[in-house]
């Protein structure tokens, strides 16, 4: 367990780092008619001076108490309930003769106690209640001893409280939810021994009485849910921060080893698709962006034998791109994935949108961004023969009904319960509910915020306890009416330490351990009568302006939507040989997520990869005549396409001009790798005169990619007059040499009449 520490606290038992060894004593050390005691807490109206000072939590007792087994969750009526946890010496001072003690709201003497919960509200305040409130009192018949503790040191404990003392402190329990805790008291060089507590852990425990009928069908959600982000090269970007969600107790690492634990027990991963495939990529090596065609399966792999060329470099010294391939973070992203592997093929999953895109920020600027998402592929559910439960949340319940209108697949909606109005809904959420066709599944968000400390609010026991709380309050409320099911989606902090405690205790007689599937199965529209009765005024839900504030900026989703539309166009001309588009776009998704909620850089990134595919896009030209005249109403003529880029790729050529004119061309047009082609087109006019025609490159769908070009075409109709002309001015020759023929021939023979005169 992770106490929580001030800087001086963390100082202090980083000085002494000697941890000594404590002797622990359990076992009844007074009599049943002696056995509780006041609580006093040390609060305001407190004389005692604090040895140190407070800790982040509010909580300034020098002794860090945790809950790490309770069994069993509930109160027994049979058998005892044993208590096992650490205390941890987070003061400055040496601390010793520590006794440890259960604390209860019941019993004798405990008039002045809180009383016993019976309604999720009177759970939520308690969560919130100070750490130093009183709540109940101690039993001192049954305690733990702890000679000595040292700043910094660690000391296990066990409370094992029999039966007969629980039936002394619960002669007739009341249906609900009682406190429960462990208090310490001891003594230091600055402290005597007193009757106020040095350190304190509490959590909830629920009794339900065996002749109550029902259950409550429960589902555990573990969210595996991050931010993805990418550098300009196309690679994961923020690698720190992956590695430290991948191990330990990261916030990837910690749920996936929590959720293993359940054992047998049902339990549903709430996946957004874009981290598996990101963290496949950091498995790779996270190499940087490469545009390649997709390998053949067929075709045999490159031989991993090594060259014999006496000139290639010796490994490790070329500057190859990516991680190395022993980097830790390769190591922690593969075994990551073998884990998710396991865990995902066996249990149910409901998938997120790919990325998990902003849709309530989305629904007003780029209302598209659902479709793209959910039809974008998963690498590795496809690779894993996965196949999810499609579903919409944001990570804290919100999800506004803009939001939800752009869902049209019929995913299930889960929404928190803080998004239904008391006024409106009649203080519950509504079971089975619908909007449209979506089932609306209602989460229990202020159960995952855990136990009421202020030991670890969100470790195992403490979250479990809450569960099996708010399980029993609503069995409770039912009055033998079919309880509401309990979804639960559990924050990403959890770890795994004592995650077998959590799943083990959660076998209560009035709560059914089930899986999120089931609950959405009974959720989901039906024909005939009642179905109307389920719709629920998605206007009527709350959502706060400062969920409106927090979404993500309208310039991030503008440019995703330019991204996307530029990946597309980029793919379409390389073809189905390569598959950067999918890459691209899912850059795009992954930008305009719930986790990049106030990150300033999220468009940037976006517009740098937009950038690049311009680039590219930018390689393939066309040029065109300066001008064109045609020799008559028809024609044709020729322009350049040049491909710069090192694929081949196929366009085509759109042409616009005046309604005088019709063009034709020759698409689609095919280039190799840095080649040129010329593309022949046609000209039809149906008038005179000079038109402006302009040429633009497009991908095969019609959508343009950069490149264009104009020319003036002029009229066929002008050919005509200069064949006129010409053929006057022909006609007039020919005339000419016909008259003068004729002439020539009239005056030889006028010559030669006259020589026969001269002669006779």
């Not at 604090?50 to 109160?75: R, Y």
């Not at 058998?79 to 019993?107: A, H, K, Q």
């Not at 928190?416 to 609306?440: H, K, Y």
């Amino acid at each position: 367990m992770v106490v929580r520490r001030s800087p001086l606290r963390s100082l202090a038992g980083g000085l002494t780092g000697l941890l000594l060894g404590a002797t622990v004593l359990a076992g009844p050390v007074a009599s049943a008619d002696d056995s509780a005691t006041a609580a006093y807490e040390g609060g305001a109206n407190s004389s005692r001076t604090a040895a140190s000072g407070p800790d982040d939590d509010g909580d300034d007792a020098p002794l860090a108490i945790t809950i790490d087994e309770m069994t069993p969750g509930g109160l027994p009526r049979s058998g005892p309930l044993v208590v096992r946890g650490t205390i941890t010496n987070v003061g400055l001072e040496r601390w010793e003769d520590i006794s440890l003690y259960p604390m209860f709201n019941s019993g004798p003497g405990c008039e002045l106690c809180a009383g016993v919960m019976t309604t999720s509200a009177e759970l939520e305040v308690a969560a919130e209640l100070d750490a130093e409130a009183p709540v109940g009192n101690r039993h001192t018949a049954v305690q733990a001893q702890v000679s000595a503790l040292v700043p910094g040191q660690v000391a296990s404990y066990t409370l094992r409280i029999p039966q007969a003392a629980l039936r002394i402190l619960f002669p007739s329990p009341t249906p609900g939810v009682y406190w429960f805790g462990v208090h310490a008291l001891g003594a230091s060089a600055s402290t005597p021994r007193d009757l106020i507590a040095d350190g304190r852990a509490r959590t909830f425990l629920p009794y339900v009485p065996g002749s109550v009928d029902g259950v409550v069908e429960t589902a555990v959600v573990v969210p595996l849910r991050a931010p993805v982000t990418h550098a300009s090269d196309g690679s994961l970007s923020r690698t720190t921060a992956w590695q430290e969600a991948l191990t330990l107790d990261g916030h990837l690492a910690g749920p996936l080893a929590f959720g293993a634990a359940s054992g047998l027990n049902p339990v549903t991963w709430l996946v957004d698709p874009a981290v598996l495939d990101a963290v496949r990529h950091l498995s790779l090596r996270n190499l940087p962006r490469d545009v390649a065609p997709t390998p053949d399966p067929e075709e045999p792999a490159a031989s991993d034998e090594p060259s014999d060329d006496e000139d290639e470099e010796p490994a490790g010294e070329k500057d190859e791109p990516g991680l190395p391939a022993d980097h830790p973070l390769v190591s922690a992203a593969t075994s990551w994935l073998l884990q998710a592997r396991t865990a995902l093929t066996t249990d149910a999953v409901a998938a997120l949108p790919y990325g998990d895109p902003d849709l309530s920020a989305a629904a007003h600027h780029l209302p598209s961004l659902y479709g793209t998402a959910r039809e974008h592929p998963s690498a590795e559910f496809d690779a894993w023969d996965v196949e999810p439960l499609p579903v919409v949340t944001g990570p804290d319940g919100y999800l506004a009904p803009t939001g939800i209108d752009t869902v049209d697949d019929g995913a299930a909606v889960l929404l928190g319960d803080q998004m239904f109005p008391t006024e409106t809904f009649s203080g519950r959420a509504p079971t089975n509910g619908l909007i449209g066709d979506r089932p609306v599944v209602v989460t229990a968000t202020t159960a995952a915020t855990g136990g009421p400390g202020p030991d670890p609010v969100t470790a195992a026991v403490a979250l479990r306890q809450r569960i099996l709380s708010e399980a029993a309050v609503r069995v409770l409320g039912a009055k033998g009416q079919a309880p509401e099911p309990l979804v639960v989606v559990l924050p990403d902090t959890i770890t795994a330490t004592n995650a077998a405690s959590f799943w083990t205790g959660l076998d209560a007689a009035w709560l059914d351990l089930t899986d999120l599937r089931a609950i959405v199965a009974a959720a989901q529209p039906t024909e005939g009568a009642g179905t109307d009765e389920r719709q629920v005024d998605a206007g009527a839900l709350t959502y706060p302006k400062s969920q409106s504030r927090a979404e993500v900026s309208s310039s991030v989703l503008i440019e995703a939507g330019q991204l996307i539309r530029a990946a597309r166009s980029f793919q379409a001309i390389l073809g189905d040989e390569y598959e950067i588009g999918d890459e691209l776009i899912a850059e795009a998704l992954a930008g305009s997520s719930y986790a990049l909620r106030g990150d300033r850089d999220a468009a940037v990134r976006l517009t740098r990869t937009r950038q690049w595919i311009e680039e590219q896009l930018g390689q393939v030209t066309i040029d065109a005549p300066n001008g064109v005249t045609l020799s008559g109403t028809s024609g044709g003529f020729s322009v350049s396409v040049r491909n710069a880029l090192p694929y081949p790729v196929t366009v085509n050529v759109a042409a616009s001009t005046d309604d005088g004119a019709t063009i034709g061309i020759a698409n689609p047009v095919r280039l190799a790798a840095k080649s040129r082609t010329s593309v022949p087109i046609t000209a039809d006019m149906t008038r005179t005169g000079v038109h402006n025609v302009t040429l633009r490159l497009t991908d095969p769908e019609g959508e343009p990619i950069g490149s264009d070009d104009a020319l003036p075409l002029r009229s066929g109709q002008v050919g005509v007059v200069i064949w006129i002309i010409m053929g006057t001015g022909a006609a007039i020759l020919f005339l000419a040499i016909g008259i003068r023929l004729a002439r020539r021939f009239r005056r030889r023979t006028e010559q030669d009449a006259e020589a026969v005169e001269a002669t006779s």
